[in-house]
């Protein structure tokens, strides 16, 4: 019984850590794109850790890591969003331009 209190009390904590990420990642529309595969071992632990717990029948755990995979789930969605939107904005100028559609009319001329 105690050790549903302990993981009840784990998934509170956990929750309260994802709540600020979550904001601001939503408010900022920012990420980048270093902390992608951070974000992935974390949906991958999550996930192993959820079948551990339906495996094992146990109703505190999965409590716990139900809703910690969700939140990781919604983590790297959002922030996979954000990377992709804002890699595309950045480098929408890196497209190699024709020397011939220069405005630079300046020529050289030698003596």
């Known amino acids: 019984m105690l050790h549903e209190y302990l993981m009840n009390t ?4 956990f929750l309260v850590y ?3 990420e979550l904001y601001a990642n939503w408010k900022n529309k920012n990420a980048n794109i270093y902390n992608m595969p951070e974000k992935a ?4 632990a999550s996930g ?3 079948s551990y717990a339906i495996i094992n029948n146990d109703i505190a755990l999965i409590s716990n890591y139900g809703p910690m995979l969700a939140l990781d789930i919604i983590a790297f969605v959002m922030r996979s969003y954000y990377v992709y939107k804002n890699y595309g904005d950045n480098h929408a100028t890196l497209v190699p331009i024709d020397p011939s559609d220069s405005n ?3 020529t050289t001329d030698s003596p």
């Open 10 to 13: 784990a998934s509170v904590f």
């Open 18 to 20: 994802y709540v600020p």
């Open 41 to 44: 071992i974390l949906v991958l």
């Open 48 to 50: 192993f850790a959820l």
């Open 104 to 106: 630079d009319t300046h």
